[in-house]
């Protein structure tokens, strides 16, 4: 198989996307280290994998290609070279640059089939496993009140943060919290390793290595030359311009970004949670991120001569207006606006919708008057059961990384 990928759109069909099941890592949060991890509860697995099950079959019914970030990372780690290469940089990363138990992690884990190893990894080592002999190292009371050697990986469900797909290139995300700073080597691996895109000589417009912080989530691809990006708790201004910079001067096709500013906190952590695409000329909005009069601070940057052309915008609707040249807007309030159902709804993703295809989308059956406002809107509404995965602070759009879409 030879895949291809492009993302133009938001909502044009989606027909390859990446998805990663929960797994053991879920099992791995502790009340102690639940808010170092980004969790705001535990969920309950065995409920949380049927809730994803459910997720991927109605992309699969509705012609989407579902690829998993396990399998991928198996077909990998089968060559020996490539497996013992990302030993060693996951291993790194975790804080074991170069030492007794840097080596006693990389014999034990490159004994363990690629499938073992991968699940092992995303689960989080324990100290245990290590055996006694290494209690006194000195690297070892660093990690002395935690249970984990190497930490779980409980946030790599939302494989939307590891990267955007923005025209024919890659952004690989440089993640914010040192919790989810490991990820990124998934999709690096996947990308460059893999034989369904090694052919693919993808420009890449952010590495994982890259100065600046960016995040998925916070990477909305309007149409095929304007693209909108959050500066919010995850991704920097600089990282946006240097995104912008690397788009313009690399026949991108893009030209335009715009970007917005939201609030820095945990529940609107990423533009995807507060904003997304639903139709060529609808979106969800929660309404708290303007200002009373209606107000947000945005700019829209342009190549120009010099550089960088700025426009400063403070309407939300102006500015889709007049890059995406819409007459005519309709923004979908969260939980209609209501001052306890927007706020509420918000927490549980209700803005948070995946679209599959112009004016249809996916979102969490429990924001039921976000989806009841979508539906009054002429949207079509999939909705999946929500108790557990929503524990992890994302929804649909959180949980899926489009690789393909079809042009609009
Ligand atoms: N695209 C998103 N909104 N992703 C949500 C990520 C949630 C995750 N617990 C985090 O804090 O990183």
Redesign the pocket.
């Known amino acids: 198989m030879d895949l291809k990928i492009e993302i133009k759109s938001e909502i044009g069909k989606l027909k390859v996307v990446l998805l990663k099941q929960p797994g053991k890592e879920i099992e791995n949060i502790t009340p102690v280290t639940m808010h170092g991890?980004?969790?705001?509860d535990i969920p309950y697995l065995p409920e949380a994998q049927k809730e994803h099950e459910e997720f991927a079959a109605i992309l699969r019914q509705n012609g989407t290609h579902v690829l998993y970030l396990d399998d991928l990372m198996t077909d990998i780690l089968k060559n020996k070279t490539i497996k013992s290469n990302f030993l060693e940089e996951i291993i790194t990363a975790s804080g074991f640059a170069d030492n007794l138990t840097h080596t006693a992690l990389k014999t034990y884990l490159n004994s363990l089939e690629p499938r073992k190893m991968i699940t092992e990894l995303m689960a989080g080592i324990r100290k245990g496993l290590l055996g006694d002999e290494l209690r006194n190292l000195r690297s070892f009371p660093e990690v002395d009140d935690n249970p984990f050697i190497m930490a779980p990986m409980?946030?790599l469900y939302?494989t939307?943060?590891l990267a955007a797909i923005i025209g024919k290139g890659a952004s690989i995300s440089k993640?914010t919290?040192r919790?989810?700073q490991r990820e990124t080597l998934f999709i690096e691996y996947i990308l460059k390793q893999h034989p369904f895109f090694a052919q693919d000589k993808i420009p890449y417009w952010h590495q994982r290595n890259s100065q600046t912080r960016i995040?998925?989530?916070?990477v909305l691809v309007l149409n095929e030359h304007v693209v909108a990006v959050g500066i919010s708790q995850?991704t920097s201004a600089e990282a946006i311009e240097a995104l912008a910079d690397k788009l313009f001067k690399n026949n991108s096709g893009y030209d335009t970004v715009i970007a917005l500013k939201i609030p820095c906190n945990?529940a609107m952590?990423?533009?995807?949670?507060v904003f997304t695409m639903v139709n060529y000329d609808q979106f969800t909005v929660y309404p708290d991120i303007m200002q009373k009069n209606q107000e947000m601070d945005i700019w829209v940057l342009h190549p120009a001569d010099a550089g960088i052309e700025y426009l400063k915008y403070s309407s939300l609707e102006r500015v889709l207006k007049d890059t995406l040249q819409l007459d005519e807007l309709d923004l979908i309030y969260t939980g209609a606006g209501d001052e306890i159902a927007a706020p509420r709804e918000q927490w549980n993703?209700g803005s948070?919708t995946l679209t599959i295809a112009p004016g249809e989308v996916v979102t969490y059956n429990r924001n039921y008057i976000s989806n009841d406002l979508l539906r009054k809107h002429g949207i079509k509404v999939h909705e999946i059961s929500s108790s557990e995965l929503s524990r992890?602070?994302?929804?649909p759009?959180?949980?899926s990384l489009p690789l393909l879409r079809e042009k609009i």
């Not at 991890?37 to 705001?40: A, E, G, S």
């Not at 952590?269 to 949670?273: A, R, S, V």
């Open positions: 991890l980004l969790f705001d409980p946030n939302f939307r943060d993640m919290f919790a989810r995040e998925g989530g916070d995850r945990h952590m990423h533009l995807d949670t993703d948070n992890g602070r994302g929804g759009r959180c949980m």
